[in-house]
């Protein structure tokens, strides 16, 4: 009997991109959704003598966690302050944004821009999302007790391994970027 | 047929849409209008076949934008395929695939082809560096009236000795 071929899932079952999480437990590549920032103005001036009052603009963004889950094991002293990543969705690139692009967003998925990371779609029921790109030149750091009460306030969207440790490779590889004052004359260049 | 080189990132003109099928498992499928090299085929001994990938590039452009890159698939011998296996195994970009003298030059020779042969590439050109999402799309935002007070100068935070144990 000839065997019936099916058409291969885009994301196999035994790889999955996201699981569901509830609760405060915090790892590496947890997403928490519309969570505050909050942005001190830039001429903010502080006194050890007295208390300042000040104005601090605050807004809501989408996060991912980038600090390593064995900093953040609860009970377990770890980081004070969590390291997170602005994450977009794909649907925000609006208005001649070079993203809003579909060849744009297919360098941005091979990794050819080193700023930026693809996230998969979630097709998990209840919590479906877009395609999203994390932007590792928006950082922000949170209390860890700040955004456990956070975390713990609805379901939310985990990136699984290894598509974690692909995210974390990323951001390893932007942040520790080398631009050369003198780089060496290219081989291939036409000479003059 | 080895699927990896749908990842090889390699450069090209775009010729024909469905050449951007990198995943097709003959290469009569893909390419019925090549003749030659078939005919190259056909001079190998049996059971030394291999596909390899050929990069070709934009001449118009002469640097090589990613979002253009296409592969094109052959059958060939191993001694045929020179510097292509390493392009395959290492899945960066080479510029020069095609040795000088080897079959796949009477390809190249027919003026129809000749543009297919590849550039010199930059490495600046596979990454760019500089693409950023430099305006933020408009996130709800607010202000909030705060009193900061001194708490003191940062400490360190204590480390355990992981020799102790």
Known sequence: MRQQRLPAPAYPQAYPWFGVIEGDELEQGDILESCPVFLPPPDLDVHAERPVNATLQWKEQDLIVMSQSCDLVKGRRGVEDVLLCAIWKRSEFTGGHFLEKDSEMENARKGRFPAVHVLAASTIAGLEREVRVVDFQRVYSLPVGFLRRRAGMARRLRLLPPYREHLSQSFARFFMRVGLPIDIPSFTAKKK | ?165
Request: aromatic share 8%; proline share 8%; hydrophobic share 40%.
């Open chain 2, 1 to 165: 047929m080895s699927t990896e080189l749908a990842e090889t990132p390699i450069m090209g003109r775009r010729f024909r849409p469905r050449w951007a099928t990198t995943t097709a498992t003959t290469t009569q499928n893909e390419f019925p209008d090549i003749s030659v090299a078939s005919q190259v085929t056909q001079s190998l001994v049996e059971g030394t076949r291999t596909y390899v990938a050929v990069a070709y590039a934009r001449q118009k452009l002469h640097s090589l934008p990613p979002s253009v890159g296409r592969l094109l698939l052959f059958e060939g011998a191993p001694e045929q395929v020179g510097h292509v296996e390493d392009a395959i195994a290492t899945s960066t970009l080479v510029p020069y695939l095609l040795a000088a003298n080897s079959a796949w030059s009477a390809l190249f020779s027919h003026s129809q082809y000749r543009s297919l042969l590849p550039s010199v590439l930059d490495g600046d050109e596979i990454l760019n560096w500089d693409a950023a999402i430099e305006v933020a799309p408009e996130r709800p935002s607010g202000t909030l009236l705060v009193t900061f007070k001194y708490a003191g100068r940062g400490r360190p935070t204590p480390v355990e000795n992981p020799w102790d144990d």
